[in-house]
């Protein structure tokens, strides 16, 4: 019996071409003698249009770029998006697949709908993934879990209209030069930029709020960039660990998405008391912000071996260049049998939530 999966792809968000590729990857990957795969693809607009069933692999992301007049377009809370063709009876799909990065996809508001359609999906819930995605929350939420951490401030759009002078002093004196300015809901490194003087952290700011209406301004510090694949429901397990040396100052949207020359070096060089200590940290901050299914944890590893966590991320992409699949791969996981696992780990989650009693 083969799983009718669906691929929930594209979205409303600055990250859509990443979704794009990371659908891609996965299309490829899957089985089609396990799954019966159905797109859906989330238009930059927000318009959500089912395709048909695919029945072979797709070569162009053109492809998956299904037209507004399509006639199988649905409004966004259509259950209907989440049927299968397959039969008269419309029945609705075994499991749902969010491969969906930044707001409107990555944050819990596609986590809440399929929520109150009680379906099956890849991933994590909808306070992991809210959580998640406002790095200043996550932030909060790991320092009250103990996590050490470089030091961090953050502001609202509408706080520094007000008053911009204050905010760099802030900025400067708790943090000094160099520091990083990034959107606080977003991923993929868009809109991030380091500042090493008020004139570059003033236009980092700006181009910040071009993205969200909340910035977070992080200490910089010089250390190796280490990241550990976490996979799991309430008993997580840790890839191998991986260092990411960006050619670039810092490993960018860029470096990530399109030259495809920044060194993974996996499994990374670390003493076994260092990767004992990622591992633990990974978990602890997988469990605090009550994660399930996959995340990617972010480290950093100064000379004198400190190891501060970064952040999470609670949609890794799965392009060819993307750490988290490479991990797993290092530590005897193949693509296709990932993707199967978090499938699996997805009905197992949903199986347990049926047996929450709902009436007194």
């Known amino acids: 019996m083969k799983t009718k999966i669906g691929l929930l792809y594209g979205g409303k968000s600055a990250e859509h071409k990443v979704s794009m590729q990371t659908a891609m990857a996965v299309i490829k990957a899957l089985d089609l003698e396990k799954f019966d795969i159905y797109p859906i693809y989330i238009t930059e607009e927000g318009q959500w249009i089912k395709g048909p069933q695919l029945t072979g692999p797709v070569e162009n992301v053109k492809e998956l770029e299904f037209k507004k007049e399509d006639p199988q377009a649905n409004a966004p809370l259509a259950p209907s998006v989440f049927q299968a063709d397959a039969s008269e009876k419309q029945e609705p799909l075994d499991v749902i697949f969010p491969l969906l990065h930044g707001p409107n996809g990555e944050d819990g508001t596609v986590q809440g709908l399929l929520e109150l359609l009680n379906l099956p999906y890849v991933g994590n819930g909808v306070l992991a993934s809210a959580a998640g995605m406002d790095k200043v929350i996550m932030k909060n939420i790991f320092a009250q879990a103990g996590l050490s951490q470089v030091n961090y401030v953050w502001f609202i759009r509408s706080e520094w209209e007000k008053a911009k002078e204050q905010a760099y002093e802030k900025v400067e004196k708790e943090l000094g030069y160099p520091c990083f300015v990034k959107p606080a809901n977003l991923g993929s490194s868009v809109g991030i930029n380091k500042a090493t003087n008020r004139s570059e952290l003033e236009a980092a700011f ?40 960006p050619k670039k100052e810092f490993y960018d949207y860029k470096a990530k998405y399109e030259d495809g020359d920044t060194a993974l070096i996996i499994p990374a060089d670390l003493t076994e008391e260092e990767y004992a200590k990622l591992k633990e940290m990974a978990i602890k901050a997988f469990k605090a912000l009550d994660c399930s299914g996959l995340v990617r944890a972010d480290f950093f590893l100064t000379k004198d071996g400190k190891l501060y966590i970064n952040e999470v991320n609670t949609m890794p992409g799965f392009t060819p260049f993307s750490m988290f699949p490479l991990l797993w791969k290092h530590s005897g996981i193949e693509y296709p049998e990932l993707i199967e696992r978090l499938v699996k780990l997805a009905k197992e989650r949903h199986a347990e939530k049926q047996n929450i009693k709902h009436t007194l």
């Open 206 to 245: 700006q181009e910040a709020f071009q993205f969200d209406r909340k910035i977070i301004i992080e200490e910089g510090v010089t250390a190796r960039e280490i990241e550990i694949g976490v996979l799991g429901n309430d008993e997580p397990e840790c890839s191998v660990a991986g260092e990411i040396v």
